[in-house]
């Protein structure tokens, strides 16, 4: 049997080891292009790990939590990026709100380890990110929803290096782009 050197091939093969080592797949078309994050993850994430928080904005905001608490997270991660606020959570209407756990420095409690244990790591093949244009990164690893890595593969078999891989970086991402995807 021929072996594929296309870049799809590659993809197949590092999605497949993810998806073998704790990963789940995220479909590209959930993705949400306004907010750069993918919120049929990401909330259920927060309403699963921290039920009387969002029972506390459902009581404000009713049929509008889901809107509003993403709405919150969108200015945060404008204001202090991606990274920061996966560090350190955010405030939706006084209420502080965690996207992803830490593993604990230690087993003692077992509620921090089964919050640690909650959050979903996903793959994502073929995502589009833009609002202006159908420009597609070939893998993105996310963390609870949010973009955390992004890769195009190359492939020196297909006469492809880094090289085109760090131009097209260059060429296709505008870093002065707001957002989040390359603000991390």
Same mark, same amino acid.
């Given at each position: 049997?021929?072996?594929n050197?296309? /870049?799809?091939?590659? +993809? *197949? !093969?590092?999605?497949?080891?993810?998806?073998?080592? /704790?990963? #789940?797949? *995220?479909e590209?078309?959930?993705?949400?292009?306004?907010?750069?994050?993918?919120?049929?993850?990401?909330?259920?994430?927060i &309403? +699963?790990?921290? +039920?009387?928080?969002?029972? *506390?904005?459902e009581?404000?905001? =009713?049929i509008?939590t889901?809107?509003?608490?993403? #709405?919150?997270?969108?200015?945060?991660? *404008? !204001?202090?990026?991606?990274?920061?606020?996966?560090?350190?959570?955010?405030?939706?209407? =006084?209420?502080? @709100?965690?996207?992803?756990?830490?593993?604990? #420095?230690? =087993?003692? $409690?077992?509620?921090?380890?089964?919050?640690?244990?909650? $959050?979903?790591?996903? @793959?994502?093949?073929q995502?589009k990110?833009?609002?202006?244009? +159908?420009?597609?990164?070939?893998? @993105?690893?996310?963390?609870?929803?949010?973009?955390?890595?992004?890769?195009?593969?190359?492939?020196?078999?297909?006469? &492809?290096t880094v090289?085109?891989?760090?131009h097209?970086?260059?060429?296709?991402r505008?870093?002065?782009?707001?957002?989040?995807?390359?603000?991390i």
């Amino acid at each position: 049997m021929p072996v594929n050197h296309r /870049e799809i091939a590659f +993809e *197949a !093969a590092i999605e497949d080891h993810l998806l073998n080592n /704790e990963y #789940s797949k *995220a479909e590209p078309e959930n993705f949400d292009r306004e907010m750069a994050l993918d919120p049929t993850i990401l909330v259920p994430f927060i &309403q +699963e790990t921290q +039920e009387k928080t969002w029972q *506390a904005l459902e009581k404000l905001h =009713g049929i509008n939590t889901k809107d509003v608490l993403l #709405s919150d997270l969108c200015k945060s991660m *404008a !204001a202090r990026g991606c990274l920061d606020v996966i560090r350190h959570g955010f405030k939706c209407y =006084g209420k502080q @709100v965690e996207v992803a756990f830490f593993k604990p #420095s230690h =087993g003692l $409690n077992p509620e921090t380890i089964k919050l640690y244990k909650s $959050n979903r790591l996903t @793959v994502t093949r073929q995502l589009k990110y833009s609002t202006k244009n +159908e420009n597609a990164i070939d893998l @993105v690893l996310s963390l609870n929803g949010l973009p955390i890595i992004t890769a195009e593969l190359k492939n020196p078999l297909t006469s &492809q290096t880094v090289d085109n891989d760090i131009h097209q970086y260059k060429a296709d991402r505008d870093p002065r782009c707001s957002q989040t995807l390359y603000n991390i």
